[in-house]
């Protein structure tokens, strides 16, 4: 679809990132919930006077036209649809942070219009106060069930033996949950919080550390090399 000239209106999207492009234009990479992430080039976005300059807003809803083939379309049109709470102080940094997942894992012009409202529901709630590690652990595993990474968290691995809530467990890679042996292939996770986390249950103080150190552990393994730089900044945060 990239090589082939179109055309695009009224498309519901966010704002991932924008880098300058010549002195007075940007280049925007958006995520658009029926035509996937993909990069608009805003021609004068950058000028003082330019009508771009309040719409382009990151974590709120936006409607984009864009034309053009290629990897890069050109923005035609852009409307701030409003309707969510602007994020503040932490939860900040963690929009971020969903943001660097969606631009480092998805695919281009691949469309996901499920993990599309997922990150919009997720913005909300971040917005309104609630729980952030429920949130992002909510989040990430909806973006790796779109991405064909789906956990299956209630049965080992191979045997296909349902999990026991009192065992000790660990994930391995391109294989599933193992039962915790000598050999460690990351975190020990509870059998506990392993159906927590399949019901969405963080009641648990356990759950919740376990569940995040689990999810930490597979947000690696797919971003391979690729370095998570809110995660940085989050950590010399608390630094300091």
Excluded: C
Excluded at 192 to 221: G, N, V
Aim: aromatic share 8%; charged share 25%.
């Amino acid at each position: 679809m990239s090589g082939q000239r179109q055309r695009i209106d009224g498309a519901a999207a966010f704002l991932l990132h924008a880098h300058p492009f010549s002195e007075t234009s940007l280049v925007l990479e958006v995520f658009a919930r029926d035509h996937g992430r993909l990069a608009l080039l805003a021609r004068g976005a950058r000028r003082p006077r330019s009508a771009l300059r309040g719409v382009l807003l990151g974590f709120q809803p936006l409607e984009l036209g864009w034309f053009g083939g290629g990897e890069v379309k050109t923005l035609a049109k852009a409307e701030w649809v409003g309707g969510l709470l602007p994020l503040q102080g932490h939860s900040l940094l963690l929009g971020y942070y969903l943001n660097e997942l969606l631009l480092k894992l998805l695919p281009r012009e691949d469309a996901h219009p499920a993990l599309f409202n997922a990150y919009a529901e997720t913005l909300a709630a971040l917005a309104k106060g609630a729980s952030e590690t429920v949130e992002l652990r909510r989040f990430e595993k909806s973006l790796l069930r779109e991405l064909g990474y789906g956990l299956v968290l209630d049965r080992e691995a191979g045997s296909g033996a349902n999990i026991r809530p009192d065992g000790q467990y660990e994930y391995q890679m391109e294989r599933g949950i193992v039962e915790a042996s000598g050999v460690s292939f990351g975190p020990a996770v509870s059998g506990k919080t392993l159906l927590d986390l399949a019901a969405d249950d963080y009641s648990d103080p356990r759950t919740l550390t376990e569940s995040k150190l689990l999810m930490r552990q597979l947000m690696s393994y797919y971003l391979g090399n690729q370095t998570l730089q809110s995660r940085r900044v989050f950590v010399e945060l608390q630094e300091l």
